[in-house]
Nanobody, 124 residues
């Protein structure tokens, strides 16, 4: 089991930016695909972006294309989600998740391990 830790959430105004971080103390994420998901009360967990291992390809939900960027810093064993031009509808708890086969995907069931979540609030 991989213990994932997210950080970087907070409150920003519309149009602002935040960078979320996901790390796994003591476990290398080098061979794991990592995804970012978000969830609001009463709604299903939504896949936002993920990064694979074989070619480090990145994939984004239509709602965040052009605004969010997922990246991997292997030296720091950290996956980032840079979020720009944030909108009120981006408000949610954001989770990172990992799976050891390197493929990733937008479905929560494709992942084995999850972080505790970090709150992102976009409001004026």
């Amino acid at each position: 089991q991989v213990h994932l830790v997210e950080s970087g959430g907070g409150s920003v105004q519309p149009g602002g930016s935040l960078r979320l971080s996901c790390t796994a103390p003591g476990v290398s994420l080098h061979s794991h695909a990592v995804g970012w998901f978000r969830q609001t009360p009463g709604k299903e967990r939504e896949g936002v972006a993920y990064i694979t291992t074989e070619d480090a390809s990145t994939h984004y939900a239509d709602s965040v294309v052009g605004r969010f960027t997922i990246s991997r810093d292997s030296a720091k064993n950290t996956i980032y989600l840079q979020m720009n031009n944030l909108k009120p509808e981006d408000t949610a708890v954001y989770y990172c998740a990992s799976e050891p086969y390197g493929l990733g995907g937008f479905g929560p069931d494709e992942y084995f391990d999850w972080g505790q979540g970090t709150q992102v609030t976009v409001s004026s």
